[in-house]
């Protein structure tokens, strides 16, 4: 993944699929699909969502037949994430919602993070302001507390003051949204 992170996804695609094929022929089952997912995030970074698709279901049985929870609430965040960028908003939701299931009952602040990045970016599409900004004040309170607890955070204060920043004015936007939406519903009835 080192190489997709300095923009040469080609030659990280290559490495993944060598890293499947010794996987393929040295390791148990269970870790192919850390491969097809990987293979996967590519494709998808690359926007080819049909392709990550085929490689993140193909991860998704593996990790169903093995029982391993955590990855498969990220492969549910990635297949969601998938349809979201084609537009299947619904999808999209119903696969974040699976995964939501298990990262809050696992508390994976990471894939909570993903997720409720997902489902407000779902719900805004849809302009169902009421939910977006519900998702966005869940996401907003998860990364001022994960920055709180960890002593050596990845997200400096700076960078936590800057999110937070983005996140209200955002909620501001949903709240006067879900207003407006109030008072037309209202004054439709």
């Known amino acids: 993944m080192l190489y997709e992170e300095l923009n040469e996804t080609e030659k990280a695609l290559e490495y993944q699929n060598r890293s499947l094929i010794l996987r393929m022929k040295y390791s148990p089952e269970s870790h192919l699909a850390t491969a097809y ?6 494709y998808r970074n690359m926007g080819n969502f049909t392709e990550a698709m085929v490689y993140f279901r193909t991860a998704l049985q593996i990790y ?19 349809f979201a960028y084609m537009g299947d908003v619904e999808q999209a939701l119903e696969y974040a919602k699976r995964g939501a299931e298990i990262a809050d009952d696992l508390k994976l602040s990471t894939l909570m993070i993903d997720t409720y990045t997902l489902m407000r970016n779902c ?15 869940r996401l907003c309170d998860l990364l001022l507390k994960r920055n709180q607890t960890l002593s050596n955070s990845m ?21 006067i949204k879900t207003m407006n939406w109030k008072a037309q519903t209202s004054s439709s009835a």
């Open 64 to 82: 169903q037949k093995y029982c391993d929870v955590a990855a498969l609430a990220n492969c549910y965040i990635n297949i969601g994430s998938c």
């Open 155 to 175: 997200i400096s204060n700076s960078e936590a003051e800057y999110l937070r920043g983005k996140i209200q004015a955002q909620n501001e936007s949903y709240r």
């Open 37 to 42: 997912n990987n293979i996967g995030t590519i």
């Open 123 to 137: 719900y805004e599409k849809i302009g169902d302001s009421p939910h977006a900004l519900d998702y966005s004040n």
